[in-house]
């Protein structure tokens, strides 16, 4: 398998909440609820990085989509990574996600290994880390 991932896709339980945390909140692009008009089809996409795009989409449609029973929710099944360029932007990222409504989970601090680093989980418990890497370059 190449790597080609483009979309990562999110659970939610109410798009519209969801749609205003990550777009008025944290001021990510996108151009709303699309899909409306299709059974198990509303959907909602943000446009993260050259190539990638976040998506979220009700939990119900992807047990749907994906003939999966739907299942109890855990923030720990992962986290998703956002690598900003110094530790005052962490703080600045963190403060961002607290006003939108965030549950700050581990305030920004120093890590064990060099960098700096804090998480959030949204509206829907999914869980954010957002992290300065001293050894990783930041592309704008």
């Given at each position: 398998m190449k790597p080609r991932i483009s979309v990562l896709t999110l659970g939610v339980d109410d798009l519209e909440r969801s749609l205003k945390f990550y777009q008025d909140g944290l001021g990510l692009p996108t151009q709303g609820i699309v899909g409306k008009e299709f059974e198990h089809g509303?959907?909602?996409f943000f446009d993260l990085q050259a190539g990638l795009k976040l998506a979220i989409w009700n939990r119900q449609n992807i047990a749907h989509e994906a003939k999966v029973n739907q299942t109890a929710t855990s923030p720990t099944e992962f986290t998703i990574g956002h690598n900003v360029g110094s530790k005052e932007e962490v703080d600045m990222v963190i403060e961002q996600a607290?006003?939108?409504?965030?549950?700050?989970?581990?305030p920004a601090h120093d890590t064990f290994w060099g960098g700096y680093s804090g998480h959030f989980q949204d509206p829907d418990g999914h869980l954010w880390e957002v992290v300065w890497n001293p050894h990783w370059e930041v592309v704008e």
């Open positions: 509303a959907v909602a607290k006003k939108a409504g965030a549950v700050i989970t581990d």
